[in-house]
Structures are given as C-alpha cells and as structure tokens.
C-alpha cells in the first residue's frame, strides 16, 4: 500500500481556506482548509451614518467581511479602495464604486489611493475591531485624515481545535495572517507544523511564522492563488516562485 501524498494544511478565514484550497488541488496538491475563525458583525448604525453623509473621497475596504456585515446596497455609489480581488468583487457587490484594487497587500492599496488624482485628503476605513493598520499609517503619513469605524470582529472557531486534532499532519501550512498563526499556535502542539515549511502569503505573516518558531518560512511573491500555489511548490521542494 502506497504512502498517503502530502498533505498542505490552508488556515485562513472561511471562504479564504477554501479558495486557496481548491487553488492548491487544482495544481496537483492534496490541501485540507482549516477554517480557525468565525466573523461576528458589530453595530452597523456608525458605518451606515457616515456612508449617508458622504463626507471622505474613499472608503478603505481590507476585506470583503467589511462590506458583507452591512446591509445590501449600503456603498450607494461611494468611491472605494479595496486590498485584493475579493474585497472589491464584495465592495462592487455592495453598490460602492471601487477607484482602486491593491493586489498585493494594504501598502499597495495606499500607494494607489495617494497616486490617484484628484488626490483624495479623507478617507473612511472600514476596519475588523482586529485589523492592522499598514494602509492607515501609510495614508497618515501623507496627511490624509483617516476615520476609522470597526464594523466587524473575528473570534477563533470552537471547532478549530478538534479539527486541527482529527486531522493527519501535514507536509507544510500556509497561514492566511499573523492571527491564523497565532490561532494555529495555541490549538496544535509545536511538533506538528514547526518542522515542516510554513508558508506566507506576505512579509507579515512570514515574521509571525519566525516568531511562532517555525524552522523554515516560505513567503510568496504576492497574495493571489497563483502566488501561493508557487510558494507552496518551492516548500515542497518542486521549483521557485517565492522568496
């Protein structure tokens, strides 16, 4: 009887896992999502004030829970900038008009917002209670005035634990974010993923790999599925794509 393939766990936000996931099978690699948080929506009646007044040239929207915890047709024609495809398919979705699409993490998306002409001087940022603040400071630093309005929180599954638990240990682990390192970290013992390759979608979760201890870290040359199925390859030791 053959050795089972090896197996990459994807830990990332729900939806997130299980399109890096399909990404990875479609390339040939045997992938189990790890689903390690729940989105729980948080009062909307801020957002929905300052959406009504208007009164900013962007909205900054760093993941599509922002715009999906709101009621439908809530962007009503507002500019948006959004970090990635995902978030602005969902912004679109919500009625906003998306100016902007940094593909390659919260700085790029600054960098086009500050590049863009008229050069927007206000901007409101639709934030998870959690989320780090790169394009913030970026923006900041430029002098724009940034007004930020939490409109959701991420919580660790229940489930995730038992799931990690059940689940045969993997040849390597992509993390989604430093939190799903984080989460990773204090539900599976060190001896399950801190020899294998950790794999990052970006610079800040390839530092909270070395943090965590993780003896050799992957990051990829970018966020998108293609990226990240190059980086996985390289830490399977099946040709570059990462750095």
């Given at each position: 009887?053959?050795?089972?393939?090896?197996?990459?766990?994807?830990?990332?936000?729900?939806?997130?896992?299980?399109?890096?996931?399909?990404?990875?099978?479609?390339?040939g690699q045997v992938a189990l999502p790890l689903a390690w948080s729940e989105v729980l929506p948080l009062e909307p009646g801020p957002a929905l004030a300052a959406l009504a007044r208007g009164d900013f040239d962007r909205v900054l929207v760093t993941s599509a829970y922002a715009v999906e915890v709101l009621p439908p047709g809530a962007g009503a024609g507002r500019p948006a900038a959004c970090v990635g495809a995902r978030?602005?398919?969902?912004?679109?979705?919500?009625?906003?008009?998306?100016?902007?699409?940094?593909?390659?993490?919260?700085?790029?998306?600054?960098?086009?917002?500050?590049?863009?002409?008229?050069?927007?001087?206000?901007?409101?940022?639709?934030?998870?209670?959690?989320?780090?603040?790169?394009?913030?400071?970026?923006?900041?630093?430029?002098?724009?005035?940034?007004?930020?309005?939490?409109?959701?929180?991420?919580?660790?599954?229940?489930?995730?634990?038992?799931?990690?638990?059940?689940?045969?240990?993997?040849?390597?682990?992509?993390?989604?974010?430093?939190?799903?390192?984080?989460?990773?970290?204090?539900?599976?013992?060190?001896?399950?993923?801190?020899?294998?390759?950790?794999?990052?979608?970006?610079?800040?979760?390839?530092?909270?790999?070395?943090?965590?201890?993780?003896?050799?870290?992957?990051?990829?040359?970018?966020?998108?599925?293609?990226?990240?199925?190059?980086?996985?390859?390289?830490?399977?030791?099946?040709?570059?794509?990462?750095?």
């Amino acid at each position: 009887m053959s050795a089972p393939r090896p197996l990459v766990w994807v830990v990332a936000t729900d939806e997130t896992a299980a399109r890096w996931a399909r990404a990875l099978e479609q390339a040939g690699q045997v992938a189990l999502p790890l689903a390690w948080s729940e989105v729980l929506p948080l009062e909307p009646g801020p957002a929905l004030a300052a959406l009504a007044r208007g009164d900013f040239d962007r909205v900054l929207v760093t993941s599509a829970y922002a715009v999906e915890v709101l009621p439908p047709g809530a962007g009503a024609g507002r500019p948006a900038a959004c970090v990635g495809a995902r978030a602005a398919e969902a912004a679109a979705a919500a009625g906003f008009e998306v100016r902007e699409v940094g593909r390659r993490g919260a700085a790029d998306v600054a960098a086009r917002v500050l590049a863009a002409q008229p050069a927007p001087r206000r901007v409101l940022f639709l934030a998870t209670s959690e989320a780090r603040e790169e394009a913030v400071e970026a923006l900041r630093g430029e002098g724009v005035r940034v007004d930020r309005l939490d409109v959701y929180r991420v919580a660790v599954r229940p489930a995730f634990a038992t799931e990690l638990e059940r689940a045969r240990d993997p040849a390597a682990v992509l993390a989604g974010s430093p939190r799903a390192v984080d989460a990773l970290v204090k539900a599976a013992p060190p001896g399950r993923w801190q020899g294998v390759p950790c794999v990052a979608p970006g610079p800040t979760t390839g530092a909270a790999w070395r943090a965590a201890g993780a003896a050799k870290v992957v990051e990829a040359a970018g966020p998108t599925p293609e990226d990240l199925v190059a980086a996985v390859g390289a830490a399977l030791g099946e040709g570059g794509g990462a750095r």
